[in-house]
């Protein structure tokens, strides 16, 4: 199975600073198709987790421009320009290149 | 707007078998893969199965393989998970989650979960 692995696995944040997020596979995400089969969620407390950017790079709808995914292979960065309250949860990315599908334990971002 | 609900979860002895639903709503069901992922209260995601649009495939986590079943009735706009054989370690929030896109294939990439429930629980234990 591919390992995802995140960091850190807290994130502490002063609101109006950026903010980013680590996450490397044990193997390639890199399909022959030129896409990084990588995902981005937040799960906000109490609640679902929500689809932030997809295929490494690519926001879902609704996402604010703050947010940000870039990386290729097996190094991926979630960035935040400016960090709000809102912003508050532990996000997870996903390797989607293989089934088994498998996340990284999660990065909780608190606000300072 | 869109809605998955799920439903079924609950206290279950272990070597018992329950099966959850998942009900959607304002979108074509038969349009999108969908998929089970599970969440043990304050810890990280875990996928546990997949199914194709018209249900010609499916995937399974090694952890339930053999003792899950995930199904769907694209005419009524459910999908299922059937557990059988249920473990104390199986206890966890069960999330339904629609795939962006309808195809699904174990061993191939897998689209992204863009719309999830708000998840059922089940407990195992005696």
């Known amino acids: 199975d591919i390992v995802v692995s995140q960091s850190p696995l807290s994130l502490p944040v002063t609101p109006g600073e950026p903010a980013s997020i680590s996450c490397r596979s044990s193997?390639?995400?890199?399909?022959?198709?030129?896409?990084?089969?990588v995902h981005w969620y937040l799960q906000k407390p109490g609640q679902s987790p929500q689809l932030l950017i997809y295929?490494?790079?690519n926001r879902a709808s609704g996402v604010p421009d703050r947010f940000s995914g870039s990386g290729s292979g097996t190094d991926f960065t979630l960035t935040i320009s400016r960090v709000e309250a809102e912003d508050v949860g532990v996000y997870y990315c996903m390797q989607a290149l293989h089934t088994p599908i498998t996340f990284g334990q999660g990065t909780r971002l608190d606000i300072k | 707007e869109v809605y998955l609900v799920e439903s079924g979860g609950g206290l279950v002895q272990p070597d018992k078998s329950l099966r959850l639903s998942c009900e959607a709503s304002g979108f074509t069901f038969d349009d999108h893969a969908m998929h089970w992922v599970r969440q043990v209260p304050g810890k990280g995601l875990e996928w546990v199965a997949g199914?194709?649009?018209?249900?010609?495939?499916?995937g399974y986590a090694d952890s339930v393989r053999g003792r899950f079943t995930v199904s769907r009735d694209n005419a009524k706009y459910l999908l299922y998970l059937q557990m059988n054989s249920l473990r104390v370690e199986d206890t966890a929030l069960y999330f339904c989650?629609?795939?962006?896109?309808?195809?699904?294939?174990?061993?191939?990439?897998?689209?992204?979960?863009?719309?999830w429930g708000q998840g059922t629980m089940v407990t195992v234990s005696s």
């Open positions: 989650a629609r795939a962006q896109y309808r195809d699904f294939w174990s061993g191939y990439p897998v689209d992204a979960f863009d719309i």
């Open positions: 295929l490494g790079s």
């Open positions: 199914i194709s649009w018209n249900s010609c495939c499916t």
């Open positions: 193997q390639s995400l890199l399909h022959t198709n030129d896409y990084n089969y």
